[in-house]
């Protein structure tokens, strides 16, 4: 029996204090610059769960329980629903087209280093947060960008 993807995902902004935004660039779409991004690897896994796991495969960067940035992973709050696009139907289950993403924000410092997973990511840089917008191939990606400055005033969350 195959396993499909869930259509429950996360997005994870990750930026320093001056509001430069890490985007990366995956492997198996080069114009294709992001966030990164994660479907929940089974239904029990929460989104914050989701969203240090996939911080932590995609970049080195280990927010997950018990590391040094683990307080600084941050829950927008925010949700977006969207059509998954045709060429990535396939790794869902026959009739899935909507995928609901959740919002997560990571602030780390300035130079931090960033270590990419290869099978995944080939590039990486840190933009301002406009630019990162503008660079982004999914449109609640660049949304996300867009809404930094509001968003990561708010600290309380997870």
């Not at 929940?40 to 018990?66: M, P, Y």
């Not at 990511?121 to 509001?150: G, K, V």
């Amino acid at each position: 029996m195959t396993a499909f993807k869930l259509p429950e995902s996360v997005l994870v902004v990750i930026y320093t204090p001056a509001l430069d935004v890490l985007l990366i660039q995956r492997a198996d779409v080069p114009d294709f610059w992001q966030s990164v991004t994660g479907s929940k690897d089974h239904v029990d896994e929460s989104f914050e769960q989701t969203a240090r796991r996939e911080v932590f495969e995609e970049t080195a960067l280990d927010c997950r329980e018990g590391a040094a940035l683990q307080p600084h992973l941050h829950d927008w709050g925010l949700e977006n629903v969207y059509e998954i696009y045709p060429r990535w139907r396939h790794r869902y289950a026959p009739g899935v087209v909507l995928n609901t993403e959740h919002l997560f924000g990571l602030e780390v410092p300035a130079n931090t280093p960033v270590r990419l997973n290869p099978g995944e990511h080939t590039h990486c840089q840190w933009l301002p947060y406009a630019q990162a917008a503008e660079r982004c191939f999914s449109p609640s990606n660049a949304e996300a960008c867009l809404m930094l400055p509001r968003l990561a005033r708010r600290k309380g969350v997870s």
